[in-house]
């Protein structure tokens, strides 16, 4: 093992150890308080999972009222608002704006950059912090912190140490392992005493006991403009058919939920409004008009505007029921059975890590004096929408506002 040559030995400077959309944030705020900064990551390129976020169009935020917000974070929304509050969608959008490249809102009112994607804006981040002398450090996999702060990696070349004034953890979740977020710094944190809360798949899919018929026609077809149920959460959205079941925003929007439902009972039901723009009574009224010697199928996708892979979600049931009202019973409130969670490791984000607990209000883990945590490595979970991403954002601003406390207050 050796002690890294590096010029900031005898100053004081801080180690960002994950240089995703938190590390990259909290580099920027340490950086523009002329802060000596140090990102390191496990990778051989910064930010993999923040540009593949952006392949489907980058939705950085959200532009709903800060109040519903706050909400999307569950239990976490207490612990989550001080930083959301200081560091705002609004001023998440100025953010990107003063580096370049503005952001829009799209009619659902998610936040997305002007390109659509996450690569300009990433590349326009990267200059600004080489512009403020931020060094990066790839190849550099955290192993262990000790209780006074020595960080150690390995590198190709060999485990190396380093010894900070201050650590920022921003190492993510443990989805999408092979863009750099695998959840191993678990290991280290447990080792020295800090509590986790389990990592769960958050914003992912969920298994259906589909016919073959269904799965070989519809897997990969998206079933739109349709609501969903369960408990007492409602949410409009679209539901993907996969070979496997279902997924997609609207499931997403549900997933913890479904999640706790299925991990304790093996299985949860979910109540689909196929036709949720329709009162039951007009669904009946418009079957019970003619049918002119058509058959069901063409009447019902007529008369009810149904899809063929609504018609085939029927079907699954068995036989369509010849009573009109039974029928129309059947597309308001259509109960899907889920027997499963998909794995960790394709979910979009990760539920737990970090338990808030173990950290006091600058996010620095109270047995650990000098090391902040941020991102999403804490355990907080939220549907996906832009909530990730600014709960991302803002954490690191927080951490990083709380080394800078720290700093000021070393000798
Ligand atoms: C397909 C997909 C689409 C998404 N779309 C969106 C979206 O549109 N909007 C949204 O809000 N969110 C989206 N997300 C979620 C969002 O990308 C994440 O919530 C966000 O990237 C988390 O940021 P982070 O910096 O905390 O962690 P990460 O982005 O996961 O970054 C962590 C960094 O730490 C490094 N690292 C990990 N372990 C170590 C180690 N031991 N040593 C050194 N380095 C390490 C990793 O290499 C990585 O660079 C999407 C996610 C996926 C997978």
């Known amino acids: 093992m050796q002690a890294e040559d590096n010029n900031q030995t005898n100053t004081k400077w801080v180690a960002i150890i ?3 959309p938190a590390g990259l944030m909290a580099a920027d ?15 051989t390129s910064l930010a993999r999972k923040f540009l593949m976020a952006g392949r489907g169009g980058l939705n950085l935020t959200h532009s709903e009222e800060l109040e519903l917000f706050l909400t999307r974070y569950g239990q976490a929304a207490s612990h989550l608002r001080p930083m959301i509050e200081a560091f705002s969608p609004q001023a998440l959008r100025e953010w990107c704006e003063t580096m370049g490249e503005p952001t829009f ?7 997305f950059p002007r390109s659509f994607k996450a690569s300009p804006l990433l590349r326009l981040w990267l200059r600004k912090l080489a512009a403020h002398n931020v060094e990066v450090r790839l190849r550099h996999r955290f192993i262990s912190i000790s209780h006074s702060g020595e960080v150690t990696f390995a590198t190709p070349q060999g485990d190396v140490t380093v010894h900070p004034s201050a650590v920022i953890l921003a190492m993510g979740g443990a989805s999408w392992a ?3 977020s695998d959840g191993a710094w678990a290991q280290a944190l447990h080792e020295k005493g800090v509590a986790l809360a389990p990592f769960k798949p958050a914003n992912c899919g969920f298994d259906v006991d589909w016919s073959q018929v269904l799965r070989e026609k519809f897997a990969g077809t998206p079933l739109k403009a349709i609501s969903l149920s369960f408990g007492q959460i409602q949410v409009q959205g679209e539901m993907m058919i996969t070979h496997y079941g279902v997924e997609g925003g609207a499931i997403y929007a549900l997933s913890a939920p479904l999640r706790e439902a299925i991990l304790a ?5 979910l109540i689909l409004d196929l036709r949720p723009g329709l009162s039951l009574a007009d669904l009946i009224h418009r079957l019970n008009e003619g049918r002119k010697g058509e058959s069901r199928a063409n009447h019902l996708r007529k008369a009810a505007s149904l899809s063929p892979l609504a018609i085939s979600l029927l079907r699954e049931k068995g036989p369509l029921p010849q009573n009109n009202e039974a029928l129309a019973q059947l597309i308001k409130s259509y109960s899907l059975q889920l027997t ?6 394709r979910a979009i984000s990760t539920a737990g890590g970090v338990a808030f607990s173990e950290m006091d209000q600058n996010l620095m883990i109270s047995s650990l004096p000098g090391v902040f945590c941020c ?5 907080w979970e939220a549907p996906t929408g832009g909530y990730l991403l600014q709960a991302s954002f803002a954490s690191a601003n927080w951490a990083a506002e709380g080394a800078k406390k720290w700093l000021q207050n070393l000798k």
């Open 340 to 345: 499963g969670v998909q794995s960790l490791q």
């Open 178 to 180: 092979r863009l750099g």
């Open 265 to 269: 009972e093996g299985r949860a039901n």
């Open 29 to 43: 705020v340490l950086a523009q308080a002329g802060h000596s900064v140090i990102i390191y990551d496990q990778m």
């Open 375 to 379: 991102g999403e490595m804490l355990d």
């Open 18 to 20: 994950g240089g995703g």
């Open 105 to 111: 809102i799209g009619s659902s009112g998610r936040v």
